[in-house]
């Protein structure tokens, strides 16, 4: 056999596997609408208290504008006034600064998260609506924004240093001396003696906020202590994380954790006992389904609340986003099919957005018993090359849809996000 004959043969083989990789096995359920309904029909059992929503890429407008859309509703229908982002935790509070106080504008307030995936109008326009429905309700139904990752370090450090300006202004000298160099531009430069240092550093300011907890109270107040000492936690897990990469992914998924389990306990304290969050379908689901072997935020939140976490996931047909290429770091927009039994059963509903809540559904047998049984569903992150298309393993994971969540978000057709550089 030549070469021109074998690489035929491999093309062919290739677009065979691109075709049944593309196949769905089941066809449409007959009156599936019946099971759906609109977002703003969605219905959260009264005891829950942690709302999550998963989205199935970065880098879909419909996922993005579904961040908004839910926690609409769940502000007017559930009185949830919290909202969480899988974004940088420092970042986060000058988004809320905003949204409180009309500082600066919208776009510049997602600028400081520093992740590129959320510089779309998608993310300006969820926190402009929050802005402007802060401006119209009084103090008690206010929402507030926070971010629960840690992978960032400038706001955090901003927000222990801006602390120290008021309440003990030798420490401010010192330890901006000693974190000078600590930024978000310089963070992958550190070397492992310096991120030694740095972790050194935070412990000792970790240790003084703790030792002069009621000095540094009675010059400031309660919760700017709080946010000083959860500004320096937010550091140590960043450096940690730098110290520890051959256990990054299960330590940001457990420090994601502990810090929605802060926000979730400081915002109970001020009469909010509801909380939204939402980030990638990995950290969202309950069962630890990924194949990098981490256990997923969603896991250790199901166990924390039990049954008052609800876990929304959500998944598509046909996806046309935005990601980074892996290997040149371009971004670049990618197409791609994702057919299971699951979401080919709803094919023929009409709408391109719907809900589909597994209670309900549940009723239907041929319902049940495809959520009952393992799917490949949708999972993409903000890095992807072209090959991950030619093997659902790099571009889905594999979950019993029913116990990974509680209800699913299903969008026929995806459309990309457009990065405002």
């Not at 502000?75 to 982002?85: A, G, H, P, S, T």
């Not at 300006?165 to 901006?176: C, G, H, L, Q």
């Not at 006992?273 to 997923?296: M, P, R, V």
């Amino acid at each position: 056999m030549n070469f021109f004959e074998k690489s035929s043969l491999l093309l062919g083989a290739i677009s065979l596997f691109f075709l049944l990789s593309g196949c769905g096995t089941v066809e449409a359920v007959h009156e599936a609408d019946q099971y759906v309904s609109t977002i703003e029909q969605i219905d959260i059992p009264d005891d829950i208290k942690v709302i999550g929503l998963g989205e199935a890429t970065h880098g879909n407008i419909e996922f993005q504008e579904l961040k908004k859309d839910v926690f609409e509703v769940l502000v007017k229908n559930e009185n949830v006034r919290v909202f969480v982002l899988e974004g940088d935790f420092g970042g986060g509070q000058q988004i809320n600064q905003f949204i409180l106080n009309g500082t600066g504008t919208a776009e510049e307030a997602v600028n400081t998260l520093d992740y590129i995936i959320y510089k779309t109008e998608q993310m300006i326009d969820l926190v402009q609506w929050m802005h402007d429905y802060n401006a119209t309700v009084s103090e008690d139904r206010k929402v507030y924004f926070y971010g629960n990752d840690m992978q960032r370090y400038d706001y955090n450090k901003k927000g222990v240093l801006d602390y120290y300006k008021v309440v003990n202004t030798d420490a401010f000298k010192k330890y901006a001396l000693q974190l000078e160099h600590v930024s978000n531009d310089k963070m992958r430069e550190l070397t492992t003696e310096e991120l030694i240092e740095i972790n050194e550093t935070i412990e000792n300011i970790m240790l003084d906020l703790q030792t002069n907890e009621n000095n540094y109270v009675e010059e400031s107040s309660t919760e700017a202590y709080l946010f000083a000492l959860q500004y320096a936690q937010i550091l140590k897990q960043r450096t940690q994380l730098f110290l520890n990469e051959e256990d990054y992914t299960k330590l940001r998924d457990q420090y994601l954790t502990d810090n929605l389990q802060w926000i979730a306990e400081f915002e109970e304290k001020r009469g909010h006992d509801k909380i939204f969050i939402t980030g990638h379908n990995g950290h969202i689901e309950k069962t630890s389904a990924s194949l990098a072997g981490y256990k997923s935020m969603g896991n250790y939140l199901d166990e924390l609340y039990g049954e008052k976490y609800f876990a929304i996931g959500t998944d598509f047909i046909s996806s046309e986003f935005q990601a980074k290429n892996g290997g040149s770091g371009e971004r670049q927009i990618y197409t791609l099919e994702n057919h299971n039994d699951l979401v080919d059963a709803f094919n023929e509903v009409e709408s391109n957005v719907f809900y589909v809540d597994f209670e309900n559904a549940s009723k239907s047998d041929e319902l049940l018993d495809l959520m009952s049984r393992k799917q490949k569903m949708a999972n993409i992150g903000d890095d992807f090359r072209w090959w991950y298309k030619t093997l659902k393993t790099f571009y889905t994971i594999e979950i019993t849809p029913n116990e990974a969540y509680n209800s699913i978000i299903i969008v026929k057709v995806a459309t990309p996000t457009n990065i405002i550089e």
